[in-house]
Every structure is written in C-alpha cells, then in structure tokens.
C-alpha cells in the first residue's frame, strides 16, 4: 500500500491536478491523505471519496507538522506501507510507482527514497542533496553525478520533501519531521537525522516527479524568504557548525542589505527569518526528534 500524503493550503486547484496524476499513472494499491492546512477553504471538502481522507489540521501548522499528521495516519492503519509525501505543485509521472516497489524490492533496508524531479519545461530540478556543516552549505543539485545507472537508486545526503517516499517498515518508531521548522530545511533535518540513526537515505537514478517550481510559496517572497532564512539558520544551529553557522547569518545579513533597493521584500524576508531565530533561539537539544514524539522544550 501507498499513501501518498499532500498538504494544502490555498491549493485546491493544484491538489485536483496532482490527484489527476495519480488517478491516471499509478496502478499499485494507493490511497490519498490531504492535510489541510486551510480549513476556510471551499470546495476542498468534495473531494473527500473511498480513495482520498482530507485530515483537517485546525489551522496553518507548516509544511513538517501537516505531513506527520498524514505520516502517523498511515503507521495507525498500516504500518508497512509506504508513505509518499508529494508537493500539490507537482504531479507524478505514470507508472512511477512501479518504479518505486522495485527499489525496496530490490534493497528492502532503504529508509528514506527521494526521487529526481523535473521543473515543466523538463530539465532537472532537483538530482541529489549535499550538505556541509563547516561551510554552512546546503545545496540542491540538479546534475546527477556519474555514476553506475544498473542501479535504481544511489546514496545521498538528503532529498527533498518535494517527493520523499518513507519505507514505514523500517521504522522502529513512527518517523517524523521536527517542530523546529516551519517551511524549509525541514528536509534535510530529517535525512540528516535518521542518517545519523543509521537509517539508509537514497535518490532514484531517474526522474519521476515533475513540479512547478515555487507556484505557490512564491506568491508571497517575503515570507518565502522569511521561512527559508529561518529554516537554514535552525538546521545549521543543529547539524552545522558555530563557523558554518557564522558564515550563513553573515551571508543573510549582507544579501538583505544589497536587495533593499530593488527586491525589499525579499530583504525584508531575510531580516525578518534572521530576527525570528535569534528571539527564538533554542539550545540544540530542544530541536531534537526523539523516538516518534516530539520533545517538549522547557
């Protein structure tokens, strides 16, 4: 079973898109968890069938906090299945499920699957994560690097949340994003976690997944800015380095004042994602995850 898992919010008509895709290319038992992450919304309630369950989350909870809504649903009603969690700006390429079942068929010990990603006009977007503490460098490729393409699927840092597949099986708890973050570096944070735990990270050797790139967040820059800044700044301040760390907030600080000019609401973002860690700033321990609930901070 496959529960492919979207969260919503304001995006009803990209959601129907993505069910679409599902509807048509997917042929392996599946069922659709959306999170609605706006509960005012009209007109979300009616696609609510035998196929899909709309989970309310009572309010905006994020992008990580609505997907472990959907994550923990399926560990209640079926804790070996696969968990999809897939953008509502995205759509799924067909038969890219089959795909998917032979890469745990084939090594049944993987965690955590991304898949490659193509933007609409279908060049690569996303190919593999890497990530560095020291410099502070979280960067998402899209060039994949040689490598032997017998095999379905290659190790890698992290993959993104765009279209992540989680094996439930593996787990010994049910898995989950932190509640540090809000928008962004969400991800990553949970790749690099479960990495160090010893579970198995990978990315297919092919794409399966194509996304509109930012149609939704990019409706507001500032606030895209604002999560993006903050996001980075919560995961270095837990995976990084004082130096990685120093280098980013600088790196903020100087790109937000060389914008002002002609892009203030992408300055204002950074400033605004700068100032909301530095007031909210916790000790490392407290942005851990620990054993599938979430510590409480003090």
């Known amino acids: 079973m496959i529960y492919f898992v979207t969260v919503n919010y304001y995006s009803r008509d990209w959601v129907q898109i993505l069910i679409a895709s599902i509807t048509r290319g997917i042929t392996s038992p599946h069922h659709i968890l959306i999170v609605n992450n706006s ?49 509502p700006d995205a759509v799924i390429h067909p038969n890219a499920d089959t795909y998917i079942q032979n890469c745990f068929r084939e090594d ?14 279908g060049a690569i977007w996303f190919s593999h994560g890497t990530f560095n503490p020291w410099t502070g460098s979280v960067k998402h490729h899209n060039q994949p690097p040689q490598h032997d393409f017998q095999e379905l699927t290659r190790p890698c840092q992290w993959v993104t949340g765009c279209s992540l597949v989680l094996n439930l099986r593996v787990f010994q708890d049910c898995p989950g994003f932190s509640n540090a973050y809000f928008l962004y570096s969400e991800d990553t944070d949970l790749c690099l976690r479960y990495g160090r735990q010893g579970y198995r990270v990978t990315v297919t050797q ?7 790139v930012s149609a939704l ?11 993006y800044t903050y996001g980075r700044l919560a995961l270095l301040r837990q995976h990084g380095t004082i130096l990685g760390l120093s280098f980013y907030l600088l790196h903020s600080l100087l790109q937000g004042l060389l914008r002002l000019p002609w892009q203030p609401a992408q300055a204002w973002g950074r400033w605004q994602g700068i100032s909301q860690f530095l007031w909210l700033l916790l000790p490392a321990d407290d ?9 409480d901070s003090p």
């Open 39 to 87: 509960p005012e919304e009209e007109g979300l309630r009616s696609m609510d069938d035998k196929y899909v369950t709309i989970l309310e989350s009572g309010s905006n909870l994020g992008f990580g906090q609505a997907c472990n809504l959907g994550i923990n649903y399926a560990w209640q009603y079926h804790p070996q299945s696969l968990v999809w969690l897939i953008n």
């Open 108 to 121: 049944d010990t993987l965690a955590i699957l991304g898949t490659q990603i193509l933007t609409v006009d």
């Open 206 to 212: 092919h794409p399966l997944v194509t996304h509109q």
């Open 217 to 227: 967040i990019g409706r507001h820059p500032g606030l895209m800015y604002q999560y």
């Open 287 to 295: 942005l851990s995850f620990h054993g599938g609930s979430y510590k």
